[in-house]
């Protein structure tokens, strides 16, 4: 198994950027392919990237595609999603997750963090 944890959130303008890493534990990191889900209040648990175990795939929601990008260093057991042009919808926490193969599904993955909060504000 992998434990996973996140951090970077904040507050920010909207315009901003900011930069989300998830640390893993474990030498079977490269084992998983990881993902990005995010939750506002009242609302389910969003996809919002992922990407696969070596980095050759990523995938994002139409939402934030063009503005985030997902990738991963494996010799640092460790993924990013880096946030560019925020909006305030884009508010809400941010969780990392790991699974056997990427999925756009909170199904598909069976490790989680425990989410860090990020804040844009108008």
């Known amino acids: 198994q992998v434990q996973l944890v996140e951090s970077g959130g904040g507050l920010v303008q909207a315009g901003g950027s900011l930069r989300l890493s998830c640390a893993a534990s474990?030498?079977?990191?490269?084992?998983?392919?990881m993902a990005w889900f995010r939750q506002a209040p009242g609302n389910e648990r969003e996809f919002v990237t992922s990407i696969s175990r070596r980095g050759g795939s990523t995938y994002y929601a139409d939402s934030v595609r063009g503005r985030f990008t997902i990738s991963r260093d494996n010799a640092k057991n460790t993924v990013y999603l880096q946030m560019n042009s925020l909006k305030p919808e884009d508010t809400a926490a941010y969780y990392c997750?790991?699974?056997?193969?990427?999925?756009?599904?909170?199904?598909?993955?069976?490790?989680w963090g425990q989410g860090t909060q990020v804040t844009v504000s108008s």
């Open positions: 997750a790991a699974g056997i193969v990427t999925s756009d599904s909170t199904s598909g993955y069976d490790f």
């Open positions: 474990g030498r079977t990191f490269s084992s998983y392919a």
